[in-house]
T-cell receptor, first 113, second 115 residues
Framework: SQQGEEDPQALSIQEGENATMNCSYKTSINNLQWYRQNSGRGLVHLILIRSNEREKHSGRLRVTLDTSKKSSSLLITASRAADTASYFCATDAYGGSQGNLIFGKGTKLSVKP | NAGVTQTPKFQVLKTGQSMTLQCAQDMNHNSMYWYRQDPGMGLRLIYYSASEGTTDKGEVPNGYNVSRLNKREFSLRLESAAPSQTSVYFC??????????????FGDGTRLSIL
């Protein structure tokens, strides 16, 4: 049962440009998290935004959350080749099974030097 | 800091064989998880353990069993492997379970092929 859906599926940009990825979800959430996955590696937690927050920053990352539209966006500013990875949103929703962070299918970001 | 360690990293099995995937975390986390990742499907939860001695089914538990051996270790067993279980398996841990706003920490996965 996919809750979060990322858009676009793939994104290719030049180094120095900004990258924006979007996530839409279906049900009310407690919080929404973004993760990065480098090729052949596990997921790494980037940032968590709670349902009562609208925007959060961490270094070059900016996350917004619009609970009325059930959507979130992840902005990476001044991208670097090292940002090349897949990015996943994950929703921690009310109800359902314990421990169930529901992940989207991811956005594959390619940053060209 | 090892974090979450999974063994083995790669495995090839024949249909019907059994095997156990091992996972250990050194962060003193209470909750542990097993996911599978298939192309185009994202991550899907197989089983979850809120704390030592408890386990719960996730979205895709059929064909798998788990054991929370102690606070550190959480193993996943395939009793009779099927080609549909070819996937990349990830173990993760968090200080507490869902609804508590906890990030999950992932291992680097086990790439399992079943012929």
């Amino acid at each position: 049962s996919q809750q979060g859906e990322e858009d676009p599926q793939a994104l290719s940009i030049q180094e120095g440009e900004n990258a924006t990825m979007n996530c839409s979800y279906k049900t009310s959430i407690n919080n929404l998290q973004w993760y990065r996955q480098n090729s052949g590696r596990g997921l790494v937690h980037l940032i968590l935004i709670r349902s009562n927050e609208r925007e959060k920053h961490s270094g070059r990352l900016r996350v917004t959350l619009d609970t009325s539209k059930k959507s979130s966006s992840l902005l990476i500013t001044a991208s670097r080749a090292a940002d090349t990875a897949s990015y996943f949103c994950a929703t921690d929703a009310y109800g359902g099974s314990q421990g169930n962070l529901i992940f989207g299918k991811g956005t594959k970001l390619s940053v060209k030097p | 800091n090892a974090g979450v360690t999974q063994t083995p990293k790669f495995q090839v099995l024949k249909t019907g064989q059994s095997m156990t995937l091992q996972c250990a975390q050194d962060m003193n986390h209470n909750s542990m998880y097993w996911y599978r990742q298939d192309p185009g499907m994202g991550l899907r939860l197989i089983y979850y353990s809120a704390s030592e001695g408890t386990t719960d089914k996730g979205e895709v538990p059929n064909g798998y069993n788990v054991s929370r051996l102690n606070k550190r270790e959480f193993s996943l067993r395939l009793e009779s492997a099927a080609p549909s279980q070819t996937s990349v398996y990830f173990c993760a841990s968090s200080e507490y379970g869902r609804g508590r706003g906890q990030p999950q920490h992932f291992g680097d996965g086990t790439r399992l092929s079943i012929l």
